[in-house]
């Protein structure tokens, strides 16, 4: 039987726009929950600053699903940011990078959690304002860290990245996340930097970013079941 799952949003998006996804993976028997985020949460965030208060919400909505199913585990489908956060939310070290973190700040949940899909995550960045929390990421749990945790790291493969109209907002982000503009992912993220060493690393063709009307994205129809099945148990 599949575990419960629960989704990430990705940085300033709401869980509004997760509701198909979800509800294509609960007609593939998987129970999901959408961690309850509204676009204007992520505003304390912006800047760099910390992303505690996204953090708690992770945690709160894990407990309250793993209350009401009874389930002693559950799985995280990160979408972008969602991904990284994961990561620090599974961890047992402080989390205490900025001057507002003034509580412990961990959260140890690697044991409440069976597998990590992340779906477009930036994993490594080198944009000046999301490099100290990305930094502490990969400098305290680099790579598919935990053995106990399966981490399945989906990677979309739509835009190749150049500096012409069409692509150039591809070229700028990938090469602003991996340093190389020049090369394949999402639209957003480029496919070296959604991949962690030591995970389960997919490259989904056609997968663009965001789920946005009318666009082919990881959740869309024959992308979807690419993935999902490692969530199904």
């Not at 509204?38 to 407990?63: F, H, N, Y």
């Not at 959690?113 to 990969?138: I, K």
């Not at 835009?159 to 602003?176: D, E, M, N, T, V």
Request: with cysteine; aromatic share 10%; net charge positive.
């Amino acid at each position: 039987m599949a575990l419960p799952t629960i989704i990430l949003p990705g940085y300033m998006a709401g869980a509004i726009a997760y509701q198909n996804l979800q509800t294509s993976l609960q007609k593939l028997g998987i129970d999901t929950t959408i961690v309850p985020l509204r676009w204007q949460d992520w505003i304390p965030t912006l800047g760099g600053r910390s992303v505690t208060p996204i953090l708690r919400a992770i945690d709160a909505t894990v407990q309250q699903v793993l209350q009401q199913s009874g389930a002693a585990q559950v799985n995280l489908v990160g979408h972008s940011a969602g991904g990284w956060l994961a990561r620090i939310y599974l961890g047992e070290k402080p989390y205490c990078i900025h001057p507002t973190d003034t509580e412990a700040c961990v959260w140890n949940a690697r044991s409440l959690v069976n597998t990590l899909v992340t779906l477009g995550t930036p994993h490594t960045s080198l944009e000046r304002w999301t490099r100290r929390n990305l930094d502490f990421v990969n400098q305290t749990y680099p790579g598919a860290f935990y053995s106990d945790v399966r981490y399945v790291c989906v990677a979309g493969k739509a835009i190749f990245g150049q500096r012409r109209p069409g692509s150039w907002l591809a070229y700028s982000s990938y090469k602003l996340t991996c340093g190389q503009g020049d090369c394949w992912g999402d639209g957003i993220t480029p496919i070296p930097a959604a991949h962690l060493e030591g995970a389960d690393n997919r490259i989904v063709e056609g997968a663009t970013h965001s789920p946005k009307a009318g666009r082919i994205w990881y959740g869309s129809p024959g992308l979807l079941e690419q993935w999902a099945k490692e969530l199904q148990g």
